[in-house]
Structures are given as structure tokens and as C-alpha cells.
């Protein structure tokens, strides 16, 4: 692509865990979006090909880490984050994403003591402030869940993020970031898992119903915060582009 109309590839692993409110900042600020469903589409984006790509983004999955041995596609997945880190690429792993880049860097992933589901608050580290990307979700930004698993950190990150203990945001290198959380997901979403997940809420003991009403509390700033991790992220694409 052109640096003046850099592309990204995004990465899908589930049909209800899109790119949901990062969607519209990206084309606005001018990136052409790819998507590849790992589980429905043919094209599969070799690594030889990743070149023509600015910045990567893993989204979500219902699939995790720990089950590598059963989806193909997860393997494929690592060569992309590894050719994304090694070329120093921008890259972008929210929640399944964020698992992925860390094992692929070094660190190790495992069943979470306690998973989090619904609505948090992260405490961001004084680095977050500085931090090109993920400095644009502020001190306290709201979060959004949906996860069992969690990760310990290879040396080389910073951690930007917490919640109760729980690694929520972190850095490697100079172009790699990541989420345990799901900053994208939008209203419209929101609802639609609270109603096609509602037992696996429950079974967790979320108050399902106290859930939907902070998702009509918390959305318009839920999508401020997506619209400012977007625009931060393409100026990233659109620097690499530039170099």
C-alpha cells in the first residue's frame, strides 16, 4: 500500500467478535482494513505476503491460547505476531490478541485463578501516560470482559494496566500493544452477548440484568475511549507507512 492509504490486517477468530466501534476511526483516519476469519475464509494471508500490511490487529476468541493443538489457524497466527514484532510493525492484540502476542514474545498463558466478565476499571501505570497508544484511554478507562484465561509477561514488556492484580494492558518494543480487555466491542454488541451468553454469565455469578443496565450507562463513553485508541493506533500505521 501507499503510505498515503496504509492497510491493516485484522485478524477475526469468532463471527460475534468483530471490529465493532475501532472500525469507523481507522477508515477515517485513512487505513484501507483487511479482515481474515481464521475459520471461514480460504485466503490465507501468507507470511511472505505481510509486507504490503502497516499494522495488525488480533481481536478476540473464543478459542484460547491453550488449545493451540486444536485450531490450525493459531499456529499460522504466532508467524504473523512474530513477523509483526521482529519487523518492528504495529500490532495490536485485544483480549485472544493480547494472549497471543504474549506467548509468542516469551511470556506464558494459563487458566485465570478468577475470570472477568462484564464491566472493570483499570488502573493505568504513570508509563501509560507517555505511551503513544494506549496513553489514549487515559488513567482510569472502563473495561469490558469476557475471559478466562490470563498471562505472565516476557521481560521485554512494560505493563501499562490493572485491574485487581490482573495484567489488563501492556507494551513490547516500540510498536507492539495489547488488552486483556475488549475496548472495541460497542453497544449494540454488548447486548447481543448478554443475551447469547447469558447462562455462561451466570454461571459465573454475574448479575446479568446490573450488567446491561452499566452497558446503557457506560456506552457513549466506552465508545470515546474507541475512538481515541483508533486514532491513536493509525498514526502508528500511518508512521510505519511513512518510514
Known amino acids: 500500500m501507499s503510505a498515503s492509504n496504509p492497510k491493516i490486517l485484522v485478524i477475526l477468530h469468532d463471527k460475534d467478535g468483530n471490529l465493532n466501534e475501532l472500525a469507523a476511526p481507522l477508515a477515517e483516519a ?9 475459520e471461514h475464509d480460504p485466503r490465507v494471508p501468507s507470511v511472505d505476503s505481510l509486507g ?37 510493525v504495529p500490532l495490536l492484540g485485544l483480549c485472544f490478541g493480547s494472549q497471543i502476542i504474549a506467548a509468542e514474545a516469551g511470556g506464558s498463558v494459563y487458566k485465570a485463578p478468577v475470570g472477568e466478565f462484564g464491566w472493570t476499571e483499570v488502573e493505568m501505570s504513570p508509563e501509560a501516560a507517555s505511551d503513544p497508544v494506549l496513553g489514549a484511554l487515559g488513567e482510569r478507562p472502563l473495561a469490558f470482559h469476557y475471559h ?10 512494560v505493563l501499562l494496566g490493572t ?20 475496548p472495541e466491542v460497542g453497544l449494540a454488541q454488548m447486548l447481543a452477548w448478554f443475551s447469547t451468553y447469558r447462562a455462561s454469565y451466570e454461571r459465573k455469578g ?19 475511549q474507541a475512538i481515541d485508541l483508533a486514532t491513536a493506533f493509525a498514526a502508528q500505521v500511518k508512521q510505519h507507512a511513512n518510514n
Open 163 to 182: 485491574t485487581d492484580g490482573i495484567k489488563e494492558a501492556y507494551r513490547i518494543g516500540k510498536a507492539a500493544w495489547a488488552t486483556q480487555f475488549h
Open 52 to 88: 504490503e500490511y502497516d499494522g495488525i490487529i488480533s481481536l478476540g476468541a473464543q478459542a484460547g491460547v491453550l488449545e493451540e493443538a486444536d485450531h490450525a489457524w493459531m499456529t499460522h497466527e504466532r508467524k504473523i505476531v512474530r513477523w509483526a514484532l521482529d519487523n518492528e
Open 148 to 157: 478466562y484465561d490470563t498471562f505472565d509477561l516476557p521481560a521485554s514488556a
Open 206 to 224: 454475574v448479575d446479568v440484568d446490573e450488567q446491561i443496565a452499566l452497558s446503557h450507562q457506560n456506552w457513549m463513553r466506552y465508545r470515546k
Open 30 to 38: 485513512g487505513l484501507a482494513i483487511e479482515t481474515w476469519d481464521v
